[in-house]
């Protein structure tokens, strides 16, 4: 891992869940991790009620657009966390991969995408700190 580790976080649209991981970790490590997320099959916009979730926690994703999962991106990141895209995500040698398993959030209410929300800030803590005692 080079000295500032890279991430990126992979959900089908990436609409929603790597979104809002990516705007955690962003947001929690500023420029000490450089932040990717993209999707298998990448939505036309960030879900809405997503954007109003990190909102509300002082986390702002509005600037933020899908983006499609790319060989590239993947190679370029030291830990890959995808949230069910399955077999789409290339796997190469020398990378961190885990599978979060988190409700998606496309299609809820606020009070549903709330609970999500939280999950994922709770993984994101726990990976910066992985990241923090990582030897470089």
């Known amino acids: 891992m080079s000295d500032t580790p890279s991430v990126l976080f992979v959900c089908v ?4 869940r790597s979104q809002m991981a990516a705007g955690w970790l962003t947001h ?13 099959a990448p939505a036309d916009r960030i879900n809405p009620v997503a954007v109003e979730a990190m909102r509300e926690v002082g986390v702002d994703i509005t600037d933020q657009h899908p983006k499609i999962l790319t060989t590239d ?6 830990v890959v966390i995808t949230m069910g895209c399955g077999d789409a995500c290339p796997i190469f040698p ?21 609970p999500i929300r939280d999950e994922i800030e709770r ?12 030897p470089a």
């Open 73 to 78: 991106a993947v190679q370029a990141s030291d």
């Open 13 to 16: 649209h990436n609409a929603g």
């Open 94 to 114: 020398g990378k961190r991969y885990e599978d979060w398993k988190l409700d998606d959030p496309a299609g809820q209410g606020i009070e549903a995408v709330r």
């Open 28 to 40: 929690l490590a500023g420029d000490r991790v450089e932040v990717r997320s993209a999707g298998s």
């Open 123 to 134: 993984r994101v803590r726990a990976l910066l700190k992985e990241l923090a005692q990582d």
